[in-house]
Structures are given as C-alpha cells and as structure tokens.
C-alpha cells in the first residue's frame, strides 16, 4: 500500500528565510501526490499537488513542491516565509484499494515562523 | 456554493453515549469520506463512499457506523462513545470524473468537529 513520511513533526524558519518540509513517498506505482495546509482551527486546503504531468508544481501561496522519482520524494518549498505561513501542512498520496482510490496522509508538519 | 458542512461544531459525550456527526456537501461530489485527527498521527481514514448506498472502511472503522441515502449526506454515527473517540472528525468530498480509481482531483474538508468523550 502507498504511504508517505513526513519527516520532521515541527520546523521553525525565521520569517524570510526558506521554507523546506519534507515529504518521502512509498507506492509501486507512479503515484499522486498532494500538498495540504491546515491553518488553526480550521479544515484542509489544498497546496498544490502532483498528477504526473511537470515535475515542478506550482502552488498557492507562493508554495512548490518538486518531484522526484529517484529519492521518492516530494518536498515542499517556498523561497521566503511569512508569518502567516505557519500552520499545519500534511503531505498526502493516493492509492487504490478494491478499485477504489483512497487518499493516506502524512502525519503532518507544524511550521513555526519566528518575526 | 456552501462547499463542505459539518455540524455540530463542538461536542461532549458522555461514555456510552451515541451521536450522529452531520455532514453534506452541495458541490455534487461522488466521493465523500470521514477522517479523524489526532496530534501525532495526522489524519486517519475511517469511512467513504463512492456514491449513494455505497459505502466502505478505511482504516480505522470500529466504533462508527456510516450511510449514504443521498449524494449530499454522509452522517457519521458513534453507536457507543468512548474515550478513546475523543478527536477532531474531518468530512471530505471531491468529484469522481475518471471514475473511481481514477480521480486526482481536489479533495474538499469541512470546518471540523471536535468531539470530547468523558
């Protein structure tokens, strides 16, 4: 089955600095892959997500994540963080189960930005 | 377009208790599902269906009972809460356009529903 891992479950970055959370995939066959954000007390909205067209995905927000097959990898990056990016963010894949496609998420990442 | 709601916003539950979380969605969405979150675990499958009368488990089903009558709704029931239920429940919907196995698109949350079982 499809997996994904979030590695690190807290990153804090200066406010202007990078932006990088990781995400690690694990399929067997070319996955979909998505980027959530969570802001506090509030539901998912998507980022951005990956369905095997560029490589390069371009976000909301300013957000990329880039995929590459050969480290099974999909971080996700922005080149400047604001104090409004902090917030929860899941990294999540697809998978079919019984013909059916159902969608597992990362345990997710909390970013901190600090003024 | 109201997009995904969930009611009620908040509960507490006594041990034993059973509830109906409400959640329905005016996007026409083929899919809808239910997850739970808790700190450290991200968000767990625990329903879904594909369509009306057709449901199924994901990975954590014990406890909840599930029904779809109509594309809209999809009430998640706890038959007898228990602690261990305390948690945030997320519904979710998105369209199936490819069909089932082949959706990529976007799926779309509810506000949430944080529940406390005493």
């Known amino acids: 089955a499809q997996s994904v891992t979030q590695l690190g479950s807290h990153v804090s970055v200066s406010e202007g600095a990078l932006v990088l959370l990781r995400c690690n995939y694990s399929?067997?066959?070319?996955?979909?892959l998505f980027w959530y954000v969570q802001y506090p007390n509030q539901g998912l909205q998507l980022l951005l997500k990956?369905?095997?067209?560029?490589?390069l995905v371009k976000g909301i927000n300013g957000f990329e994540a880039e995929f590459k097959k050969s480290e099974t990898s999909f971080h996700l990056t922005k080149p400047s963080a604001h104090m409004s990016d902090a917030a929860e963010y899941f990294c999540?894949?697809?998978?079919?189960?019984?013909?059916?496609?159902?969608?597992?998420f990362g345990i997710g990442t909390k970013l901190q930005v600090i003024p | 377009n109201a997009g995904v709601t969930q009611t009620p916003k908040f509960q507490v539950l006594k041990t034993g208790q059973s509830m109906t979380l409400q959640c329905a969605q005016d996007m026409n969405h083929e899919y809808m599902s239910w997850y739970r979150q808790d700190p450290g675990m991200g968000l767990r499958l625990i329903h879904y269906s594909v369509g009306a009368g057709i449901t199924d488990q994901g990975e954590v089903p014990n406890g909840y009972n599930v029904s779809r009558s109509t594309t809209e709704d999809f009430p998640l029931r706890l038959l007898s809460a228990a602690p261990s239920q305390t948690s945030v429940y997320f519904c979710a919907s998105r369209s199936l356009p490819g069909g089932p196995a082949t959706s990529t698109d976007t799926q779309y949350f509810g506000p949430g529903t944080r529940l406390t079982v005493l």
């Open positions: 990956y369905t095997s067209a560029a490589t």
């Open positions: 399929s067997s066959v070319p996955p979909y």
């Open positions: 999540a894949v697809t998978s079919n189960s019984g013909g059916y496609q159902k969608v597992t």
